[in-house]
């Protein structure tokens, strides 16, 4: 139940994020996962998601 509760929330959240003209994606450097979200008013944001 829980797998389509997220799978639900992934369509949502994503439908959200590009209405609100953001683009997300991820990248390798260093051995180290990033995730790097850039929006049209607010700027870019990146995080650490873990290891490649």
């Known amino acids: 139940m829980s ?3 997220d799978r639900l ?3 949502i959240v994503h ?3 590009v209405h609100a003209g ?3 994606f991820t990248y390798c450097r260093d051995k180290v996962k990033y ?3 850039c929006c049209l008013n607010e700027g870019c944001t990146e995080k650490k998601i ?3």
Do not use: E, P, Q, Y
Request: proline letters at 0%.
């Open 9 to 11: 929330l992934a369509r």
């Open 50 to 52: 873990g290891k490649c």
């Open 22 to 24: 953001c683009s997300t």
């Open 15 to 17: 439908k959200t994020t």
């Open 3 to 5: 797998r389509l509760a």
């Open 35 to 37: 995730s790097r979200t």
